[in-house]
Nanobody
């Protein structure tokens, strides 16, 4: 089994920054691709960013390109999402997820999920 725990969410003003972290435990020897998703009230869960196990390949939703950066430190089994120039429409619960072997864009492709962390951006 794999456990994922997100942290770093909070309340921030528009234009501000936050860095989310996702710590992974269990089966740390497996080469998981990691993804960040978000879900706003009344909306479907949507892909935000993904990163391959090696860190050499990343993918982003168009809505966050140039503002968000995904990275990972495999020595710490942690993936990060640096969020800059935040907008009120970025308000959502953010989830990290893991899958093998490649980055996926759909939530159904992922096998393991964290509990989520709330990000609220005020205008």
């Amino acid at each position: 089994q794999v456990q994922l725990v997100e942290s770093g969410g909070g309340l921030v003003q528009a234009g501000g920054s936050l860095r989310l972290s996702c710590a992974r435990s269990g089966r740390t020897y497996s080469r998981y691709a990691m993804g960040w998703f978000r879900q706003a009230p009344g909306k479907e869960r949507e892909f935000v960013a993904g990163i391959a196990w090696s860190g050499g390949t990343t993918r982003y939703a168009d809505s966050v390109k140039g503002r968000f950066t995904i990275s990972r430190d495999n020595t710490k089994n942690t993936v990060y999402l640096q969020m800059n120039s935040l907008k009120p429409e970025d308000t959502a619960v953010y989830y990290c997820a893991a899958k093998i072997p490649r980055i996926g864009l759909g939530p159904l492709e992922y096998d393991y999920w964290g509990q989520g962390t709330q990000v609220t951006v005020s205008s």
